[in-house]
């Protein structure tokens, strides 16, 4: 079973960058873009949001494909306590690292192209 997987780009206001990948975006298909979240790198209030900090996103235009894992501890009674994690996989900066990878970054993490 393939595990699940998002595909975050990272973007934010005024970025020419992001706007061309904007635009690359909107001739995928509708299930291509539906795979694709869209999100801010800064809050309102001009800080990195939480998001991006625990990606270690500074630049946008940015994709990151992450997986969510499950990290477990034993508390100190020996119980278990787990919390889910965002795992990131691969990270494309740009956008024409993100154009030129994004068909094949789709292919392998999503079920949005179905086979031939």
Same mark, same amino acid.
């Given at each position: 079973?393939?595990?699940?997987?998002?595909?975050?780009?990272?973007?934010? %206001?005024?970025?020419? =960058?992001?706007?061309?990948?904007? &635009?690359?975006?909107?001739? +995928?298909?509708?299930?291509?873009?539906? @795979? #694709?979240?869209?999100? %801010?790198?800064?809050? =309102?209030?001009?800080?990195?949001? &939480?998001?991006?900090?625990? +990606?270690?996103?500074?630049?946008?235009? @940015? #994709?990151?494909?992450?997986?969510?894992?499950?990290?477990?501890?034993?508390?100190?009674?020996?119980?278990?306590?787990?919390?889910?994690?965002?795992?990131?996989?691969?990270?494309?900066?740009?956008?024409?690292?993100?154009?030129?990878?994004?068909?094949?970054?789709?292919?392998?993490?999503?079920?949005?192209?179905?086979?031939?």
């Amino acid at each position: 079973m393939m595990k699940s997987y998002e595909l975050y780009v990272f973007q934010q %206001p005024n970025c020419p =960058p992001c706007e061309r990948l904007k &635009a690359h975006v909107s001739c +995928l298909t509708e299930a291509q873009r539906a @795979t #694709l979240h869209f999100v %801010p790198l800064r809050a =309102p209030n001009g800080q990195f949001t &939480a998001l991006a900090e625990e +990606l270690e996103v500074t630049k946008t235009p @940015t #994709l990151v494909v992450t997986y969510e894992g499950l990290s477990c501890k034993l508390d100190e009674d020996g119980d278990e306590d787990c919390s889910y994690t965002e795992e990131p996989v691969e990270r494309f900066v740009g956008a024409n690292a993100i154009i030129k990878h994004l068909d094949s970054v789709i292919d392998c993490y999503t079920y949005a192209n179905p086979p031939e």
